[in-house]
Structure formats: C-alpha cells, structure tokens
C-alpha cells in the first residue's frame, strides 16, 4: 500500500521558515518523481515543486523560487521542502505527491 506522510506545518510569523518533511513507502521512491502541491484557503491546487530521482534536479513554480528548496534522502525514503522568507499567500495545506497519490497534507499558516 502506497503511503505518503506529511509534517512540518504549523503557524509561522511573515518572513519565517518551516521545513515540511515526506515519509513515503510501498513504491521505489529513490527511482520516483516527487512532487510538493498546495491549497490555499478557498482555491485550487497548486504545483509548487518536483524533485527528480537522479542528479539532484528539481523545478519550481515561479512564486516560490529563491525562497523554496526542495530535497530528498532516498535512503529514508523521505522528501523534504525547506520554506524561508514565507509570504502570506503562501498560506495553504501542503501535500506531498506520486503520481495522482497525495497524503493528508500539512497546514501552513502565515500570522
């Protein structure tokens, strides 16, 4: 069964930084594709960014970038999304993704 288990959320004063972290299992995560999304309060869900399985690369919407870094332990089979210099608008439940599958997610909440 194919789990994924976000945390790290909470509530942030503008300008901080929140690490939210993965735990994912029962697929081969160092060979995945990872992804983080969001949802704002009362919109959609959002790509926020994508890690890939080799050579370290990832991509970032562009509301994020310079802010956001994205990483992963494929030895914990864990992704992890530091998130520094926060705005309110990026407030929202965070998700960890593979595939179509997300887990529960993790609030973010700007003060």
């Known amino acids: 069964e194919v789990q994924l288990v976000e945390s790290g959320g909470g509530l942030v004063q503008p300008g901080g930084s929140l690490r939210l972290s993965c735990v994912a299992s029962g697929f081969d995560f160092s060979r995945s594709v990872m992804s983080w999304v969001r949802q704002p309060p009362g919109k959609d869900l959002e790509w926020v960014s994508s890690?890939?399985?080799?050579?370290?690369?990832?991509s970032y919407v562009d509301s994020v970038k310079g802010r956001f870094t994205v990483s992963r332990d494929n030895a914990e089979n864990t992704l992890y999304l530091q998130m520094n210099s926060l705005k309110f608008e990026d407030t929202a439940v965070y998700y960890c993704?593979?595939?179509?599958?997300r887990g529960q997610g993790t609030q973010v909440t700007e003060l």
């Open positions: 890690m890939y399985a080799t050579a370290n690369s990832a």
């Open positions: 993704k593979w595939g179509t599958i």
